[in-house]
């Protein structure tokens, strides 16, 4: 059975930082496109990271120089570094097979507040 699986999330101030995991079993993920997405309070799910077979990689123009998206291959985990989060980084953080996040996971929260 196909399933990810995100942890890592909480509470931080503006300033501080996560590191989000997303364990996959079903599949390899150094084989496949993993994407991070995101869904703030009353907002739409938008991609903020993906990480491709070979190990290059995009962010959201946003995020990028903030957020860092890596793998190990090892654990079949896939990661999202955040640092210097802002009040606009407070969102429930799904990682995806695909960008528009159809195929996700249960997610993990952040919250960011002082």
């Known amino acids: 059975e196909v399933q990810l699986v995100e942890s890592g999330g909480g509470f931080v101030q503006p300033g501080g930082s996560l590191r989000l995991s997303c364990t996959a079993s079903?599949?390899?993920?150094?084989?496949?496109?993993i994407y991070w997405v995101r869904q703030a309070p009353g907002k739409e799910l938008e991609w903020i990271s993906s990480?491709?077979?070979?190990?290059?990689?995009n962010y959201r123009a946003s995020v990028k120089g903030r957020f860092t998206i890596s793998t190990d291959n090892a654990k079949n985990t896939v990661y999202l570094q955040l640092n210097n989060l802002t009040t606009e980084d407070t969102a429930i953080y799904y990682c995806?097979?695909?960008?528009?996040?159809?195929?996700r996971g249960q997610g993990t929260q952040v919250t960011v507040s002082s």
């Open positions: 079903g599949f390899t993920v150094s084989n496949s496109n």
């Open positions: 990480i491709y077979p070979g190990g290059s990689t």
């Open positions: 995806a097979k695909d960008a528009a996040g159809t195929f």
